[in-house]
């Protein structure tokens, strides 16, 4: 089975839940703490022994790609104030990948981004880790995949079970149980569904590992919900030729892309921080909430 070497990271939407903010700062650069959200998924990646990392980006998106590049001038500066902690955590971030950036021109729908990096992918499996979504776990998620990957030989879907109302947000699955706990055999699925054509409260929640027929599915994928491209189409077909599973992984999801998800995801962050932990636990314990 051909190991999981590349990456996908579309991060082209158009942000509008994060708006007015992201009007002119990409939402996918919004500081967790001291660090951007995506530096934590290009991490995740990077520890689930991806090599290759393709961000898909959009018009006004250009500094993803300016923060994973090296900026000769600060380095120099923080060298010459012998500010050395800083600089080689710079450096680090600088060398953490081979990191590719394409734009996708249009807002076509998160099926459209990926298949925008069908020439990337080429003949190889491929992890997508959706950009808003970030996940903290012991074992990155990315790596559980593609574990479950090398394993049975198939694509798989990380899953989650969330409320009614989230699920007609997301999609829903068709889940029979397997051996392994928290695995599933995956026959159908749909995207935003109504009450009526919900198959059960698992939804997909932020990362996939797909082989790379799903370009020539993706490509005759007619736009689905909202308008746009739908990967939840295109991997609805693949469920139903017998091919994917769906795993519950271990691991808290922060929807990067919500006000609520970012919030939290700082909170948490924060309270794990040794320059935080402490002052943010006092100030959170001051406040009088009802
Ligand atoms: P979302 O639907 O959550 O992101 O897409 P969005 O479109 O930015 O959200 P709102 O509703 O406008 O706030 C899931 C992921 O797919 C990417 C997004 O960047 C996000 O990481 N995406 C979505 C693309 O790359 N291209 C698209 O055309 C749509």
Redesign the pocket.
């Known amino acids: 089975m051909k190991k999981v070497r590349k990456a996908v ?11 007015p903010a ?1 009007k002119s700062v990409p ?2 650069m919004y500081p967790v703490v001291d660090r951007p959200a995506i530096q934590f998924l290009v991490e995740e990646a990077v520890k689930s022994g991806i090599t290759d990392i393709l961000i ?3 018009r006004g998106k250009e500094s993803i790609e300016s923060y994973f590049d090296k900026n000769f001038d600060y380095n120099i500066k923080l060298s010459a104030s012998g500010k050395t902690k800083e600089l080689s955590e710079l450096e680090r971030i600088e060398n953490l990948a081979n990191i590719y950036f394409l734009r ?1 021109k ?5 099926g ?2 990926v298949l925008c990096a069908k020439n990337f992918v080429g003949d190889e499996p491929f992890a997508v880790l ?4 970030m996940i903290i776990s012991e074992t990155p998620v990315c790596k559980q995949l593609t574990d479950i990957w090398e394993e049975h030989g198939k694509p798989v879907v990380g899953v989650k079970e969330v409320p009614t109302e989230k699920v007609m947000k997301y999609c829903s699955l068709k889940t029979t149980p397997m051996e392994k706990e928290g695995l599933y055999d995956v026959s159908d699925m749909i995207e935003k569904p109504s009450r009526e054509q919900i198959f059960s409260n698992f939804s997909i929640l932020g990362r996939v590992v797909l082989p790379p027929e799903i370009f020539e599915i993706l490509e005759k994928t007619a736009p689905g919900a909202g308008g ?2 739908q990967l939840t189409d295109a991997m609805a077909e693949l469920s139903r030729k017998g091919g994917i599973l769906a795993y519950d992984y271990e691991g808290k999801r922060y ?1 990067m ?2 006000k609520l998800g970012f919030i939290m995801a700082n909170i948490d962050v924060g309270l794990k921080h040794e320059e935080t932990a402490e002052g943010l636990k006092e100030y959170l314990k001051s406040l009088k909430l009802d």
């Open positions: 990271i579309p991060a082209a939407g158009l942000g509008t839940r994060m708006l992201s939402k996918e898909i980006t959009s996708q249009e807002a076509k729908g998160l459209h981004a959706y950009g808003d979504d746009e491209i929807d892309g919500s």
